[in-house]
């Protein structure tokens, strides 16, 4: 039997006490009977029980006892429904044509006066492939129900699955926009407190000088921050605070110059404020590839390249000394910066290379700029 649970006493109750009403109006409608009549009655009511659990076993323990009496007749055809709704079609075409032969059988020792064989013959056979027909279409219903059932509790899986798997990426990307942007604030308010430290004689403006930067770095640094927390959070530009301009680039690499670090530029970008679907990429590029630099290459001087157009491709090329071996980086890095700005790079339809060849280390990003 396939789908067997544990059935209700409801389904007990209701499934036993028809059995014995239908077999209690089976003997009143055939009085006188003898004693064959009543035990094969009791009888039948007990296969009722049985096939509660397993209705292949109790449907054809009920049609033998069909054979010798017509008092069996309810329990057996109510086990041919329930084999044909519970169990395999298969089981239940062999109940009901054990049914069938076991009521033609039925006739020759308890013909009906009102019917001749032919006709009783077709009733039975018309009577269990209904029931066949009736049990087997409830029993599709069942395992359709079930199967829909099954299907929703995956959906629910998979859509839970999902949801976790987008809060990861959510998480992930907010990590990687607080390492471009706290880095580079950073990178700078370190600059400065490590010449507050080893100048301690420094001129009481330049010291003041160094302190306000620090407080500044570290207000931007908070204030960028929320920026990138509303970007994720709503998905545009202006979550951003707004869109980038080329004096947003160029303000990055004043910074760079005031924290002492020399920058030579080639600026030939056509258009002053950059498209949405690139500017805040190219800003996090240059502002990676400035941070990486005063990391690595402390006041050295770094050669930035900006060229594009509308319709073309925007280019943004860095290059730098490579820090002799054994020179320390002024800030440690993760190493996670070029993995996050890579995906960046990528998801806004560009390319980002970087290596380093001849004692330089070049980082260049090419972006679609649609027109």
């Known amino acids: ?49 049985v096939q509660v659990w397993r209705p292949d076993t109790g449907a054809f323990a009920a049609t033998v006892l069909a054979v010798l009496s017509p008092a069996a007749t309810p329990a057996a055809t109510v086990g041919a429904l329930q084999t044909a709704w519970r169990g395999r079609f298969r089981t ?3 109940v009901a044509a054990a049914g069938i ?50 299907r929703a509790e ?17 998480r992930r990307a907010l990590a990687r926009d607080m390492h471009d942007v706290l880095a580079n ?17 420094a001129p009481p403006e330049k010291v003041a000088m160094a302190a306000g930067v620090v407080r ?14 509303g970007l994720l959070h709503e998905g545009d530009e202006a979550g951003a605070g707004g869109p980038v301009t080329v004096a947003d680039l160029h303000g990055l690499i004043e910074e760079s110059r005031a924290a002492g670090q020399p920058v030579e530029v080639s600026d030939e970008l056509s258009g002053e404020v950059l498209p949405p679907s690139i500017g805040r990429t190219v800003f996090r590029v240059l502002q990676e590839g400035l941070t990486n630099a005063r990391k690595h290459a402390a006041g050295r001087q770094v050669e930035v390249s900006l060229s594009g157009a509308p319709g073309t491709e925007l280019v943004v090329e860095l290059a730098n000394p490579i820090p002799a071996q054994g020179d320390a980086p002024i800030v440690a890095g993760s190493g996670l910066g070029l993995v996050g700005l890579t995906e960046r790079v990528r998801l806004a339809g560009g390319r980002l290379d970087h290596d380093g060849i001849d004692g330089r280390f070049r980082l260049r990003a090419r972006l679609p700029w649609p027109t």
């Not at 006709?119 to 009736?134: F, K, R, T």
């Open 1 to 49: 039997m396939t789908g067997r649970r544990k059935p209700r006493p409801c389904e007990v109750t209701s499934l036993v006490g028809g059995v014995a009403v239908l077999t209690a109006l089976s003997l009143w409608s055939r009085e006188p009977n003898g004693p064959l009549a009543y035990a094969v009655a009791v009888l039948s009511v007990g296969t009722a029980f």
């Open 92 to 94: 239940a075409v062999a």
């Open 101 to 150: 032969l076991a009521h033609l059988l039925q006739w020759r020792w308890h013909p009906n006066p009102a019917l001749d064989f032919d006709w009783w013959a077709i009733l039975v056979v018309v009577s269990y492939v209904a029931l066949l027909g009736w049990g087997a279409l409830a029993n599709a219903r069942r395992r359709l129900l079930i199967s829909l059932r099954e």
């Open 154 to 170: 995956r959906a629910e899986t998979e859509q839970g699955r999902r949801v976790a798997e987008a809060r990861a990426a959510e």
């Open 185 to 201: 604030r950073l990178s700078l308010v370190a600059t400065y407190a490590g010449a507050l430290e080893f100048r301690p004689d």
């Open 216 to 229: 500044d770095g570290v207000h931007q640094a908070l204030d960028e921050l929320r920026q990138v927390i």
